[in-house]
């Protein structure tokens, strides 16, 4: 097992013990291989899951990989009244020597625990993380496809599972692991999307849960997206809640914005300032710009100077960036302050260079420099 640059170390990261029941009803290979061969998003599922519970005094046990199947909850359990559930999303990548590696793990298993603080919630140890993960991609590593940006999607979460309604803090929690394939986002190649700055809707304010990966932000954002399509934007990009004037994110993405070109080009990322959630590709491409000679920093923007900036060309590209899509130009924005485009409204060039680049280590193609990617599965 490599370690990662990224803290907490890990001694030794299947020191967690998980159980494994296999499922005796795997999906035939004939229609693993039709899934795997056009697998989109988050559409099919593999064949097990992983699960543990954390209860008052006893803490986390009864970690177990099982076959994917329903839950069941009683009607008065904690999460489907209160939310308090949590979630990560991160991907497994295949190499060409068929060895299966993750990205900055530990960045998720340190947010999901500050996540489930700010929701009150127990935390998971690392070690139980990473060996969930480990478990899963190892029973179902037939899963993951090897196409050019194709990955095993993981989606980590956490939920209240106590019956009761009253309201306080779940005194148990179910952590659960999942395992979706997925093709390159952009079925098409790669589209600019159109985004609409939300004036109506916020979706984080000081002191709330903006910096956590918690369902109700999702929940909460969905009638601000529906605004956005009504307006025939693709996503919504987020305000801050004081002044409706300071840019955020886009969506479930974070933002960057592109000065200048050529050898002048330099990005910038709006400064987490408790509103925004902490991406781990956001800090990546800090990173990643930086070994491009691209000048990387974080500040922040506001309307006015986006409009103005796209006018005078001062600003040049546009992206969005996060696990899922990795980078998205944004080519055209719509508001009530009036429309303008970013740039010729195309992919840039220095978006498309940090999003190879990033791929690149990813996948495997360069040499991991940062000691970011982290092996599960050994070459065959
Ligand atoms: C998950 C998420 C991101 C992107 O985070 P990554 O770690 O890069 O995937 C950005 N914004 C929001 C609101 C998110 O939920």
């Given at each position: 097992m490599t370690t990662s640059a990224d803290a907490p170390r890990l001694a030794d990261t299947h020191l967690w013990p998980i159980e494994v029941t296999p499922n005796d009803a795997l999906v035939p290979a004939g229609r693993r291989a039709e899934i795997l061969a056009n697998p989109g998003f988050g559409q099919h599922y593999t064949d097990h899951m992983v699960r543990a519970t954390w209860t008052e005094g006893e803490g986390w046990h009864d970690a177990e990989l099982v076959p994917y199947q329903p839950l069941t909850f009683d009607p008065a359990t904690n999460f489907l009244h209160y939310g308090q559930a949590i979630f990560e999303g991160l991907k497994a990548y295949k190499h060409a020597d068929g060895s299966i590696w993750l990205f900055r793990p530990l960045k998720n298993a340190t947010r999901f625990n500050n996540s489930a603080r700010r929701l009150a919630m127990a935390e998971l140890p690392a070690e139980l993380f990473i060996a969930s993960i480990a478990a899963l991609v190892s029973a179902d590593r037939d899963w993951t496809p090897s196409g050019a940006e194709a990955s095993l999607y993981l989606r980590p979460?956490?939920?209240?599972?106590?019956?009761?309604?009253?309201?306080?803090?779940?005194?148990?929690?179910?952590?659960?692991?999942?395992?979706?394939?997925?093709?390159?986002?952009?079925?098409?190649?790669?589209?600019?999307?159109?985004?609409?700055?939300?004036?109506?809707?916020?979706?984080?304010?000081p002191g709330g849960t903006g910096e956590a990966k918690c369902a109700g932000n999702y929940a909460a954002s969905l009638v601000a997206q529906a605004e956005a399509a009504q307006h025939g934007?693709?996503?919504?990009?987020?305000?801050?809640?004081a002044?409706?004037?300071?840019?955020?994110e886009m969506g479930g993405m974070n933002l960057y914005f592109v000065y200048g070109s050529g050898d002048q080009a330099r990005i910038m990322t709006p400064s987490l300032t408790g509103a925004l959630l902490p991406g781990v590709t956001r800090d990546s491409l800090l990173t990643v710009a930086q070994d491009l000679g691209i000048r990387a920093e974080e500040g922040r923007i506001s309307v006015e100077e986006w409009k103005a900036g796209c006018a005078s060309r001062e600003i040049t590209e546009v992206f969005a960036c996060g696990t899922a899509a990795v980078v998205t130009p944004v080519g055209e924005v719509k508001s009530r302050m009036g429309n303008w485009t970013v740039g010729n409204g195309g992919a840039g060039e220095v978006t498309m260079r940090l999003r190879q680049a990033l791929l690149d280590i990813q996948t495997g193609a360069v040499p991991d420099k940062h000691a970011w990617m982290h092996k599960i599965i050994d070459a065959d």
């Open positions: 979460f956490m939920l209240g599972t106590e019956r009761g309604l009253g309201v306080r803090p779940s005194r148990e929690y179910q952590y659960l692991l999942i395992a979706s394939p997925a093709g390159a986002y952009f079925s098409k190649g790669i589209h600019p999307v159109t985004v609409w700055l939300s004036d109506d809707y916020v979706r984080a304010a934007c693709d996503q919504v990009v987020w305000l801050d809640a002044e409706h004037r300071w840019i955020e």
